[in-house]
Structure formats: C-alpha cells, structure tokens
C-alpha cells in the first residue's frame, strides 16, 4: 500500500456473475491493490449463492489477514433487477437462486463493514467518472456492450436511479418496433441488435442465406457457425470479408441511432462504451459519431467526445469500489 493511503481508504469491490464472483482491495484513487476470483454457485438456494460471494471475500482478506479490520466498507456489483436503496436482490434471469434475497444485509452480518449494491453497469458509470474515462465531466453516459448491452448515467456526480432505483436501462431502448424479440419481451431493443450476442447471431442467419460471403468469418470459427463471436466480426472485415463488412455496417449504424437518441435525450459531457464488444468497436468510435449526424437533432452531438471505458475485465470490482464512496467513510 503507497505511504499516500491510509487505513481508512482501502474499501472491498465484488463483482458477481452468473458463474464466478471477483473481489478486490482497491484504493481511494481507484487502483486494485489485489484481487482473486471465485465460482459462482447460482442455481441451487440462496444461501449457496451467498456463500459463493463470503468465499471470494474470504479468499481476498486471506491474503493479508491484516486488512480484515480495516475495510469499512464493501461495495457489490450485482445482476438486476435490484433496489439500490435497500440492497435486496429481486429477480435476476443470470443468478435464478435470489429471488428477493436482502445481499446487502446477508453480507453485513459477516463483516464490521458497510455494504452497497447496485448493477455492475451503474457502478461501472460511477467508477469510470470517478477514476476513469470520465474524469473531469458532471454528467456521464456510461455502457459496457458484451453479451448484452448495459447502461449507467451518472448526474451531476451521482448515479441517476430514478424513481424506484430501476432507471438507466439503457440496452432495452427499443430503435425498431419491427425488430427481433429481445430477452426482456419488447422488440428491437439496442440489446437485441448491437450486443456481441445479436452480431453472432445475425452473422448466423446471414451466413444461412449466403455462405459464400463469410469465408473468413468461418475459417475464424474453424467452420462451426456456433463458434462465431463477435470479435472475429472486426477481424474478418479487416480482411475485408464481405459478410463481416456488412455486420459491421449494421452495427455502426444501430449504435448511432440509439446514440443520436441518448444525446437528445440527456445531452452527456461525455459518452463511455466499455465491455468485449466495444473495444472490437474501438477502431469505428468515429464513424459512429459521424453517423450520428442523421439521427441527432443536438447541432453540438459533435463536441460529446466518444471514448472507451478505462477499466477492462476489473470494471466491476472498481464498480463496486466506486459505490462505497457514497457513504460518509472516506
């Protein structure tokens, strides 16, 4: 620990998934002084999805027993739906053993420590403006598109929950009431479209009605359609595979309405794009905002910089830290 931290500021963030839980000590400048990972257990009761989260805890304080009294405050990033303001999770599809399970609480009654849940894409938002690509900015539009496409607005330096602690679902905007069914139930969501999961997934149907075009899409896949991920997208139309190519262009063009419309809508100092996708996305930031052009009314869309997120598979144990600095402890 640098001379510069004190005791006081060493805080716990968890992120829990639906197959691993990971947890680190990080400190009030953002920096993750250790770290380690845990299965997550989530399809058999409550109190073995908990205890999966104490043995991620456990095996972090054990690397330095000395900490265990000194952290005040453990924060966790967890699957929604949740409420933020009571710690309870209520029913998350990825981790089916809560089911209006009080984490918070269960967590507390383990450690002399504060604790503070929220969605990984919220806290995600708070850390990457806190210590991220958002420093220097008030109002932060923040999303990690993966396997799905989740959203963190942070305002005026806080979260922005809404009403019931259920605001900023951002990947279930809906750009195409024509479009696929999403997850959620609603059609054309930015989730069902423009995650890695919906490019793999169209490649696939594209690829049904035209194997000809993805040759350097299914040399990447080594010949099985199932295998596609979305990175291989971006490395087959650097060879310019027509197939890849033209997903791409898709998905360029349906970040850009939902992009267009979110600038509208809020108006950000600055938009954040995190998460596996996103970084295969990095190279095409520009285009994005100029195809925005079409799809914004904000004369200005131009002076919202477009930037990738800081934190890269430890987003969510700086997530996690991020929301302990909410409370009085630090």
């Not at 002076?303 to 909410?326: F, H, Q, R």
Request: charged share 20%; with cysteine; net charge negative.
């Amino acid at each position: 620990m640098s001379s510069n931290v004190t005791e006081r500021q060493l805080v716990i963030g968890v992120d829990v998934g639906g197959t691993k839980v990971a947890a680190g000590v990080v400190d009030a400048q953002g920096k993750i002084l250790a770290d380690t990972r845990a299965p997550m257990n989530c399809h058999t009761s409550a109190e073995e999805g908990l205890a999966s989260v104490l043995c991620a805890i456990e095996s972090l304080l054990a690397q330095d027993p000395s900490r265990r009294s000194k952290i005040k405050c453990i924060g966790i990033c967890a699957p929604g739906p949740l409420d933020p303001r009571t710690g309870v999770i209520i029913n998350p599809p990825n981790v089916p053993c809560w089911r209006d399970f009080p984490l918070a609480d269960e967590v507390a009654k383990h450690y002399s420590a504060r604790v503070k849940v929220d969605n990984d894409a919220n806290a995600g938002g708070l850390a990457e403006y806190l210590w991220g690509a958002g420093r220097g900015y008030r109002n932060v539009f923040f999303a990690t598109i993966g396997t799905g496409i989740g959203t963190g607005i942070v305002l005026d330096g806080k979260i922005f929950h809404g009403r019931t602690g259920a605001a900023a679902e951002g990947g279930h905007v809906s750009i195409d009431f024509n479009g696929p069914v999403c997850n959620c139930g609603k059609k054309g969501c930015i989730e069902v479209l423009a995650s890695g999961t919906a490019i793999a997934r169209r490649t696939r149907e594209r690829l049904a009605q035209s194997p000809e075009l993805g040759a350097q899409i299914m040399e990447l896949a080594a010949g099985d359609p199932f295998a596609i991920r979305s990175e291989m997208i971006g490395k087959a139309a650097q060879s310019n595979d027509p197939l890849a190519k033209e997903i791409l262009e898709q998905t360029l063009e349906y970040l850009a309405i939902w992009l267009g419309n979110t600038v509208d809508l809020l108006e950000p100092e600055v938009i954040i794009l995190g998460g596996g996708t996103a970084e295969m996305l990095r190279p095409h930031f520009g285009e994005i905002q100029k195809r925005m052009k079409k799809w914004c009314i904000n004369s200005r869309y131009l002076e919202i910089p477009l930037v990738p997120a800081d934190y890269g598979e430890n987003a969510g144990v700086a997530g996690g830290a991020a929301l302990c600095l909410s409370t009085s402890l630090l």
